[in-house]
């Protein structure tokens, strides 16, 4: 699986499918871009996600290869997988915040919230 999505609140599961021979001797998942993030484990586990935990995780596997006639090494594989949460968006805002137009001339507003929101939102603007 490379890639899910899972609901704001809600729980995910996720196994690193590994063969090797011999077996792996160990799962350890971390997320990119987030250098405090490790678990162990064949299967990786969120509960009550939240959009800051949406992100690429990568499992690496290890297994030890030690030959009756031969040196003991470690063998090294991984996978990614990419969450996505889906979440309302944040907080709206219109920037600049305090816009000055000149008659004639045009002006550039960026409408958006934060965080924006998962899938991304349709903004629509109106004059009142």
Known sequence: EK????????NTRIECQATA????????????????FKTSGKFLKLKKVSHTDSGEYICTVNNVLNPTLGVKSERR????????????????FIEPREPESVEGKS????????????????????KS
């Open 21 to 36: 021979n011999p077996e792996p001797v160990s799962y350890e998942w971390t997320k990119s871009g987030d250098a405090t």
């Open 107 to 126: 002006i550039t507003l960026i409408c958006g919230a934060s965080p924006s929101g998962y899938p991304d939102p349709e903004f629509k603007w109106w």
């Open 77 to 92: 594989g991984n996978s990614s997988v990419k969450i996505s949460v889906r979440h309302k968006p944040g907080v709206g």
């Open 3 to 10: 890639f899910k999505e899972v609901d704001q609140g809600g």
